[in-house]
């Protein structure tokens, strides 16, 4: 998820009582609930080396208590004041927890088991951005100021002070979970509408419905048959569900397909891509030579890729370049 929604996680987990477990325990807790995403770091190394790390080990249950330790160290440290260990790192640990779980919602996915197991997990109910969730969020952190604005116009209580926002961050943290749970149960409509058609004359090999930003009744899906990707328009509030399609070619068997797999920059990508689509097109600079992409189908279309890696493979096979992007291609 995006870190305001983790920031705001982590306000509502020290309002509702975490805070209390240590000194200093909302600064904990805002660190904690962002510090798995430390990983940004790694996008000085370029595009490759953010693929490869982000969501790695700082996102697995085996570091969960390190990250934890982490973030009340820095507290700690940096504030030079007394933190009680113990409930600050229960508290720290809770926070980090609600990191992975939203992220593991998201399309994007997490691998929560490294360094143990590589795979991708996923329940894909939520978009990266939820702007219902933003809204939730936001609505969590600025209605106490709000309340409390009001209520200093009627009366002064000492007991309101000192449970400033509990109800809110309540209500927003209860939402959080029941929307998600709604959110799960649309998923398996659209999945299985999306499993009970034919496309052209070909079944499903596999689905996946993807979460719009805004509208939860709306999915964006990918069907993998044997011989193409079709991306699949999902409205639940319609009676027929499944609406256009866009039918995208698997690309034939190819060698160049073969010597541009053994490259880093799709050993990578194809750890990470859940739906990739091969293209292999002649390469006009270089007579018999070609271009070889893989598209990430979750994240765009080959007309506007999210995630794409590019190799140029000579008539004799070999690779002379090979790269991962964010986006399409840029020309070099």
Do not use: C
């Not at 790695?56 to 004041?81: D, E, N, Q, W, Y």
């Not at 809770?94 to 996923?122: C, K, M, Q």
């Not at 027929?240 to 920059?265: N, W, Y």
Request: no cysteine; hydrophobic share 50%; proline share 6%.
């Amino acid at each position: 998820m995006d870190n305001l929604t983790h920031t705001a996680v982590g306000l509502f987990l020290s309002r509702i009582g975490l805070g209390r477990w240590s000194p200093r325990g909302t600064a904990i807790l805002l660190i904690a609930a962002n510090i798995p995403d430390i990983d940004l770091v790694t996008l000085a190394g370029g595009p490759l080396n953010y693929l490869h790390y982000h969501r790695h080990i700082t996102h697995s249950i085996a570091a969960m208590p390190v990250m934890a330790l982490a973030a009340v160290a820095i507290v700690r440290f940096t504030g030079r004041k007394h933190v009680r260990w113990i409930g600050a790192f229960l508290a720290a640990l809770i926070a980090v927890g609600s990191h992975l779980l939203l992220d593991w919602t998201n399309v994007y996915g997490v691998r929560l088991f490294l360094p143990f197991s590589g795979e991708w997990l996923r329940a894909d109910t939520t978009n990266v951005i939820d702007l219902w969730i933003l809204a939730v969020a936001v609505i969590g952190i600025a209605g106490p100021f709000l309340a409390r604005l009001v209520g200093s116009e009627i009366s002064s209580s000492s007991s309101r002070d000192r449970h400033h926002g509990r109800g809110f961050a309540w209500f927003a943290l209860l939402f959080i979970f029941a929307y998600n749970s709604g959110r799960a149960v649309l998923h398996a409509r659209a999945v299985a509408a999306l499993g009970s058609h034919l496309y052209g004359d070909s079944t499903p090999l596999r689905v996946a419905a993807l979460p719009d930003a805004a509208n939860p009744f709306k999915w964006r899906g990918i069907v993998e048959t044997a011989d193409s990707y079709v991306v699949q328009e999902v409205n639940l509030a319609n009676d027929s569900a499944v609406e256009r399609a866009s039918f995208f070619p698997k690309a034939s068997p190819d060698p160049a397909i073969a010597a541009a797999s053994t490259t880093l920059a799709f050993q990578e990508f194809l750890r990470f891509s859940q739906y990739p689509l091969w293209r292999v097109t002649p390469n006009p600079a270089v007579e018999n030579g070609k271009i070889v992409e893989a598209i990430d189908m979750r994240f765009g279309t080959p007309a506007a890729p999210g995630f794409m890696a590019r190799a140029v493979v000579d008539p004799n096979l070999r690779v002379t370049d090979a790269t991962f992007q964010f986006g399409p291609l840029r020309p070099r």
